[in-house]
Nanobody, 115 residues
Framework: QVQLVESGGGLVQAGGSLRLSCTAS????????MGWYRQAPGKQRELVAT???????NYANSVKGRFTISGDIAKNTVYLQMNSLKPEDTAVYYC?????????WGKGTLVTASS
């Protein structure tokens, strides 16, 4: 069994900041990349940011310059620092981990940015 547990979501005013954390545990051979996705009501899940074991990062255009992904892949941990939050960032944020063709997901944490 593999478990990913997210934390750090909550309610914040537009312009504010939140930091999400995610830790993977269980029978994982080796994680090669971790990332954050989000799903707003009535919309499809979309990529927010990813980071590889080599430290390479990738961001959705909508969050570039506002969000920063970081972590220690060797310790199965990833973070998402979210600054200058906008109401359109409101969504359930999901952590994922890739391991040799397998993709694992957390249950998600709700982020609400109020106007």
């Amino acid at each position: 069994q593999v478990q990913l547990v997210e934390s750090g979501g909550g309610l914040v005013q537009a312009g504010g900041s939140l930091r999400l954390s995610c830790t993977a545990s269980g029978s994982i051979v080796r994680i090669t990349a971790m990332g954050w996705y989000r799903q707003a009501p009535g919309k499809q899940r979309e990529l927010v940011a990813t980071i590889t074991s080599g430290g390479s990062t990738n961001y959705a255009n909508s969050v570039k310059g506002r969000f920063t992904i970081s972590g220690d892949i060797a310790k199965n941990t990833v973070y998402l620092q979210m600054n200058s939050l906008k109401p359109e960032d409101t969504a359930v944020y999901y952590c994922n981990a890739d391991s040799y063709g397998m993709r694992y997901w957390g249950k998600g944490t709700l982020v609400t940015a109020s106007s």
